[in-house]
């Protein structure tokens, strides 16, 4: 196993155009140290309709906080058969409205229980990947974007943060390294999954949404798609001339992978958080279409009178999995 995995975080690193040095072959064998006696143990109190969970308590990082992580794996999950995988942020907020904060959840075993039963998808499981509330913002906020904004007004962002009471140091870069090099590494030496990037997925909401599109873009080898919902595009509290949205904007045009081997699908709604978003429908698909994206690999859809929240997600969550991983 621990050869196995060391095989991995190599063969991801590669895959991913990283540059090699000396500090990130450190971490490397300090995560492959970490990780080589990492166990999962069945979630038995968790109220799910279909499948099983498994969980790490406290997966191990050298990249970023240690946190929880959430497998599901679908009814009758087999060894015998080779899963794809949908990698997802804020991974407490799927499976268990019980244990969520606000008793709500996306519902996710559900719906894939459907589609996998109605043959209208490939066979997948679901890595939910923590989120912890306190660094929340910065581990999601693509952390690029930034270099695309004067300096003068970076630090007025960071001030804000500063004066919030939010540490302001971005971890991004760091939350996906935990990613690609210590959770997908893992996943794949301890489950039947397929490694490859065409079989490779990540998703979330908000600033979820805005990481998930990070990630393909960071990692274009990794990941084949990101399912964006209501993607907080204006990247920190909405306000009046918000310079970071045309930041975000700025990378994308300038980072997107090529759009024979990959996808992207985005919505939002129109109501509470969501009212901010449809002023920037038009910016996110001229991106995408002037990058070569169509409708075979590109979705941008608007969902009216749907609110910010798991229960709004959770009704529509079929269409982005479909588009992602129909047959």
């Not at 109220?47 to 794996?73: C, H, K, M, Q």
């Not at 794949?188 to 990540?202: G, L």
């Not at 949205?245 to 994308?252: E, G, H, N, S, T």
Request: proline share 5%; hydrophobic share 35%.
């Amino acid at each position: 196993m621990k050869k196995n995995y060391l095989i991995l975080v190599i063969a991801i690193l590669l895959a991913s155009c990283k540059p090699f040095d000396q500090e990130t072959v450190s971490k490397q064998n300090r995560a492959e140290n970490n990780l080589s006696n990492i166990k999962a143990e069945t979630l038995k109190t968790a109220v799910i309709a279909g499948g099983e969970i498994e969980r790490i308590d406290n997966f191990p990082s050298v990249y970023t906080t240690p946190r929880p992580v959430d497998v599901w794996l679908p009814r009758n999950y087999s060894e015998d058969k080779k899963y794809s995988v949908l990698y997802m942020h804020d991974g407490q907020n799927l499976f268990d409205s019980n244990t969520t904060e606000n008793q709500q959840e996306w519902m996710v075993d559900e719906v894939a229980t459907k589609l996998m039963d109605d043959n209208n998808v490939k066979d997948f499981i679901v890595v939910g990947v923590h989120s912890i509330a306190k660094t929340r913002w910065r581990d999601l906020f693509p952390e690029k974007a930034l270099g695309y904004l004067k300096a003068g007004v970076n630090d007025s962002i960071f001030q804000v943060a500063i004066n919030a009471n939010v540490d302001a140091k971005l971890k991004g870069d760091d939350y996906l390294k935990f990613m690609v090099g210590e959770v997908k590494p893992f996943i794949d030496a301890t489950y039947s999954t397929k490694k490859d990037q065409a079989n490779t997925f990540v998703s979330g909401s908000g600033m979820g949404g805005l990481m998930a599109a990070y990630a393909v873009c960071e990692y274009p080898k990794v990941f084949a798609g990101a399912a964006c919902l209501s993607t907080h595009w204006t990247g920190t509290t909405p306000e009046k001339d918000n310079p970071v949205p045309k930041a975000i904007f700025a990378y994308l045009s300038k980072s997107l992978p090529s759009p024979k081997d990959h996808k992207f699908y985005f919505d939002f709604g129109t109501k509470t958080m969501d009212q901010y978003y449809p002023q920037y429908e038009d910016t996110v698909t001229k991106i995408f279409t002037d990058a070569g994206y169509d409708y075979s690999n590109f979705r941008n859809v608007k969902f009216e009178g749907a609110d910010h929240s798991e229960n709004a997600w959770q009704k529509r969550f079929d269409i982005p999995l479909t588009f992602l991983l129909g047959k």
